[in-house]
């Protein structure tokens, strides 16, 4: 499902033939009616349909698989093994073995003992990192192969590693006294000034909850003393089937490809004993708090505004439509704020806002007002933040601009339905991982301009202008200043930015003024001129042209945006 902002760039001309878009239900295959009729039966509380060229099924142990044919890259799959099972999970004997249980699945396993992944993986050509790799998360840990396709037996292969992963690591104690060292060590890296900031946000935004002393990179002491028996012990309570997928996707033949996914992981059983996977949330906080947050390290200096909502339903057709909504908002306010920044003495450099699901937990949502200021620009930032939003409180956006963002929105999905065919195996892959944690509808994109076609005419700025309380309410409110701690940079404390605050939201304001409303580009289009030399230079597949005002024009041909022009001019 695409629900990352989708935006015009300047300089970028989008010529969607909307007409030729808009397929005849009778004729259009499965999943690629665009029109709003061929989605209108959808009641708002129905589930969001599935694109019918994945295979999603679950085995009777509980496991989910996702498996889709596509040709880009060719000879190329991507598997991934998803276990619901991370730091979050870990008792107090066990702060980052989550981690370290991943590092030991590298370290042999009953059908690949010792190094022999590697060594599979070096017949092939490939490598850790690259080709395969892992990450471990508070509330998942995820695992990548990346193998080619044409060669026999590969593919069948790699899924035996998955299996293995999946119920067969050996934990040999000298390999986890050699993987102590390296988790050792990249807790050490882990402390550059990006982590630090984000981990004492992180903390503020989590403190009261499990999460807040659950960091998947855990604590050395307990990595250091760690034995095989507590490493066994949550693989064994957390590596099971019922909290596991299986994500095939790549130049395969799609229905072979499942069997052998229901082949190697059928037998997989869950323990008698397994333990009930527990939820966990983080309480609700009344007022605002505030994050101020200094390194040696850090380059620049930023305020935000974050709010912890409620997550959307991303797997309904009524959730998908206030995505659509949020999205909207976001565009909307996103370009007043762009238009502070063309003003002289612009009260920040750059701001933007969004609203996302909150990675920890994913009962939340996190609505973000920011802006890189000045390292002496927090208040003054704080300030316009602040206004702006009571701006939108108070007086709401305006129809030209909500029929600018709309029509904007309208012209991105169009762009990607054009461009959909020729998505990598690794987005795909992304968009099914987040299906399985997170619930995200899996659509095509071609349903997804329907629902759009459908909903976004209907959308009343009076709903789009009633965001601006429920995105930013004072409830679970934290103000956030990252700065670098250096001579120089003096940052108002927590009395200071309150004030800010305070006096900002009391502020006597006007209705904002569409001063783009009605305009146009030019007053008068210039006269036509004439191209009055040609020059192919089919070496590089270009053409020059050389105009009647002297100017020279490099045409480059090319198929990868079909509806897309760029333009770039140097003078």
Known sequence: ??????????????????????????????????????VAAYALSQPMPVDPDVTVGTLPNGLRYYVRANGRPAHRAELRLVVKAGSVLEDDEQRGLAHFVEHMEFEGTRHFPGRSIVEFLSSLGLGIGPDANAATSYDDTQYTLRVPTDLPGALDRALLVLEDWAHAATFDEGAVERERAIVLSEWRMQLGAGERTQNRIRGVQLEGSRYADRPPIGTPDTIGKAHREQLTRFYRDWYRPDLMAVIVVGDVDRDATAALVRQHFSSLGRPAEAPQRPAFDVPERAGTRF?????????????????????????????????MLDQLFEAMLDARLDELTQRENAP???????????????????????ALVPNDG???????????????????????????????????????????????????ADEYTRNFLQGEALPTIWQELAFH???????????????????????????????????????????????????????RLDAYVDAAAGQSLMDAPPSRGTIVKTTPRPEAGIIEWTLSNGATVVLKPTTLMQDQILFRAVA
């Open 453 to 507: 076609r459908r909903f976004v005419p209907a959308i009343t700025l009076e709903q789009v202008n009633a965001l601006a309380r429920e995105w930013f309410p004072e409830q679970n409110r934290l103000v956030i200043v990252s700065a670098p701690d250096g001579t120089g940079v003096v940052l108002p404390d927590e009395t200071q930015l309150a004030a800010v605050i305070e006096r900002a939201s009391a502020k």
């Open 291 to 323: 994050a101020i947050v200094t390194d040696k390290e850090t380059t620049s200096t930023a305020v935000a505004i974050s709010d912890l909502r409620p997550a959307r339903n991303q797997g309904t057709v009524g959730g998908y439509r206030d995505i």
């Open 378 to 428: 927090v208040a003054r930032g704080l300030d316009a933040l602040v206004t702006e939003l009571q701006r939108v409180a108070q007086f709401g956006f305006t129809a030209s601009e909500l029929a600018r963002a709309k029509q904007a929105m309208m012209l991105g999905y169009e762009r990607v339905v054009t461009e959909s065919p020729d998505r990598e195996s690794e987005s795909r």
């Open 1 to 38: 499902m695409i629900v990352a902002r989708l935006r015009v760039l300047f300089f970028t001309v989008l010529t969607t033939a909307a007409a030729a878009l808009t397929l005849v239900s009778a004729q259009a295959p499965a999943g690629r009616d665009t029109s709003a009729e061929s």
């Open 348 to 370: 920040f450099l750059r701001a933007d806002a969004q609203r996302r699901l909150f990675p920890t937990p994913r009962t939340k949502d996190e609505a973000v007002l920011q």
